[in-house]
């Protein structure tokens, strides 16, 4: 951007203070996934980790030693910011304890069941599913109690509530329970896998009871319309307004994630996303629990790219758009706004500090 536009831009404090803190972060920021268990104690509606091919059918038996040399390995090609995934990581906490020796800055996703360590340095996402209710239908056991009494004043943990069309009534709740909790809370959407959305175009029969295709059919599914996005963004837009100091979300964002139909260009032939900015970025890759990795995968197994909303994509998405951002003001506050969003979601104490005061990686 040309310096003497961005110094215009940057003639607004609020706008300066984000650029300034962001530009003190010490390091670049390089993701790369890591899927470190196959296991999980919950079995949720429609889980992409649990309904396709490329995630839960790799050997998970791994020594922690080569853990230990496998995570140096990736340490040492550059990558300054790993997320942990899984299934579910908070049950293999020694493999964590491992990655904490080589990086200080990370994210874990957790269902918040079991309580990660107050050793672990790195951001915990905690997903939710709704209220009380719609939290157990779909996820097969009452989750969001328990992950609010394990991380009630732990500041890693960021709430991430996953929309669907089922939960948006439930969300003023929820946030409500954040707010007397003391508690962050940020948005995903629920964005199907190729294999869950076949199975619903075919009508395909439920699986057991203990399986992720247990309850969804033709009418009852968690694929989004355009009025239950149109649904979801308004329900936003009121708890953002509403809760300022709780939710942690970005009003672009908002608008952006719910447009009807695609967020990604697709390849006519293959369905595949064009444009997905996370396939293009240079050290990003995906491993498996067998430390295998293939580079046309992205970090969310299996989801079909038409109905991808989720927010790493998203995010990515958007950050990387950083010359639309130089267009005018607008375009700038946003892009800004979107960034720095994302950095009170992926560093511990981002919200507290006024520069990036943690130079270790
Ligand atoms: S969505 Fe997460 S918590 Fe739910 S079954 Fe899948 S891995 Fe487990
Ligand atoms: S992250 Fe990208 S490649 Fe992966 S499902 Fe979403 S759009 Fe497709």
């Known amino acids: 951007m040309p310096s003497r536009q961005l110094q215009a831009y940057l003639s607004d404090p609020k706008l300066k203070h984000q650029w300034q803190k962001i530009k003190s972060i010490p390091f670049p920021i390089r993701i790369s996934g890591y899927d470190i268990t196959n296991e999980c104690n919950l079995r949720c509606e429609g889980c992409f980790f ?79 599913w709704g209220g009380e209710e719609v939290d157990k239908r779909l996820r097969g056991g009452k989750v969001l109690d328990r992950a609010v009494r394990n991380y009630r004043g732990d500041k890693r943990a960021v709430f991430i509530y996953t929309v669907n069309p089922h939960n948006i009534c439930d969300i003023p709740v929820v946030v409500q329970k954040m707010a007397d909790n003391g508690l962050s809370i940020s948005f995903n959407h629920y964005s199907a896998s190729r294999q ?52 942690i979300f970005s009003e672009a964002y908002n608008r952006f994630v719910h447009r009807p139909g695609s967020l990604f260009e697709l390849d006519p032939q293959t369905g595949r996303a064009t444009n997905c900015a996370i396939l293009s970025l240079p050290y990003h890759r995906q491993y498996h629990t067998d430390f295998s990795h293939s580079d046309d995968e992205c970090c969310i197994a299996n989801v079909d790219c038409s109905q991808c909303r989720h927010y790493v994509s998203i995010y990515t998405l958007l950050m990387s758009k950083v010359k639309n951002s130089t267009q005018d003001l607008t375009s700038f506050q946003e892009w800004l706004d979107v960034y720095y969003t994302w950095c009170r979601l992926h560093f511990v104490d981002w919200s507290t500090s006024t520069t990036f005061n943690n130079a270790e990686t």
Do not use: C, M
């Not at 091919?53 to 080569?66: F, M």
């Not at 800055?105 to 309580?115: D, E, F, Q, R």
């Not at 319309?225 to 709780?246: C, G, K, S, W």
């Open 50 to 128: 649990f309904e396709g091919e490329l995630s839960s059918h790799y050997n998970a038996a791994k020594t922690l030693d080569e853990y230990r040399i496998f995570f140096a390995i990736e340490k040492k090609r550059g990558i300054t910011y790993p997320h942990f995934a899984g299934a579910e990581p908070a049950l293999v906490q020694d493999r964590l304890r491992v990655a904490a020796e080589h990086w200080q800055h990370g994210l874990i996703y957790s269902n918040g069941t079991v309580k990660l360590g107050d050793e672990l340095p790195f951001k915990i996402h905690i997903s939710v």
């Open 196 to 247: 869950y959305k076949n199975k619903i175009r075919a009508g395909a029969a439920t699986d057991g009871v203990k399986s992720t295709f247990r309850l969804s059919d033709h009418h009852f599914n968690l694929l989004f319309t355009p009025d239950t996005l149109a649904a979801a963004q308004d329900t936003i837009t009121h708890v953002r307004e509403d809760y300022p100091n709780t939710v």
